[in-house]
């Protein structure tokens, strides 16, 4: 296996021709309205899941419908690439941080490390570019039994339990990025 940078000492680029293997979800699919709520309420109400984190703009809003305030929300402000309206974050703590399309930055991939190591503040990082990879650091720094949720595009909403194999899986598709010299 080839030596992988997960310290964030580099930043990620995703090659076109590796973006296909992204497209699949990790993890349990939940395409229903009703289905969508009743996980989000179902693990918002268990003590024992030791970070609730929300990835895109979407997932956080129903969060937040649902009077819900994950322990970390990230988000582009926008849905499929379009600006959408902003919303009122007040309740959280908020961070911004630059990650372009198609990208995990090592601002970005330790933004998400120090703000998963709080335990008493709810956080918001917001992204200047695009969110969507930042799901792989997210389930790589997440303690265990974590649960990340983040939008499938015009499907659903996934659900990941964060797991050894979970972790693992993360690190594999990390492996079909490029790593670049930060400038």
């Known amino acids: 296996m080839k030596n992988l940078d997960f310290e964030g000492n580099k930043d990620y680029f995703l ?16 395409c229903e309205k009703k289905d969508i ?3 989000i309420n179902q693990i918002s109400n268990d003590e024992s899941i030791p970070k609730i984190i929300s990835v895109g ?6 969060f937040l419908i ?8 990230i988000i582009d402000e926008k849905v499929q690439r379009k600006k959408i309206k902003k919303q009122d974050y007040s ?7 630059e990650n372009p399309p198609g990208s995990i930055t090592q601002a970005a991939w330790n933004k998400i490390r120090s703000a998963i190591k709080k335990d008493d503040n ?23 039994n974590s649960k990340v949720l983040y939008g499938q ?29 930060e400038n």
Request: no cysteine; charged share 30%; hydrophobic share 45%.
């Open 57 to 62: 703009d979407v997932v956080t809003q129903t």
């Open 122 to 144: 709810k956080i918001i990082i917001k992204i200047t570019g695009e969110e969507d990879l930042l799901v792989l650091p997210v389930i790589i720094e997440a303690p265990y």
């Open 66 to 73: 649902n009077s819900i305030i994950p322990d970390i929300a």
């Open 15 to 30: 090659p076109e021709d590796q973006r296909k293997y992204f497209k699949k979800p990790l993890d349990e699919l939940f």
């Open 37 to 39: 709520n009743r996980i």
């Open 91 to 97: 309740l959280f703590e908020q961070e911004v941080v």
């Open 153 to 181: 595009p015009n499907e659903g909403v996934v659900l990941v339990t964060v797991t050894k194999k979970m972790k693992q899986k993360a690190r594999q598709l990390l492996l079909r990025m490029v790593k670049v010299d």
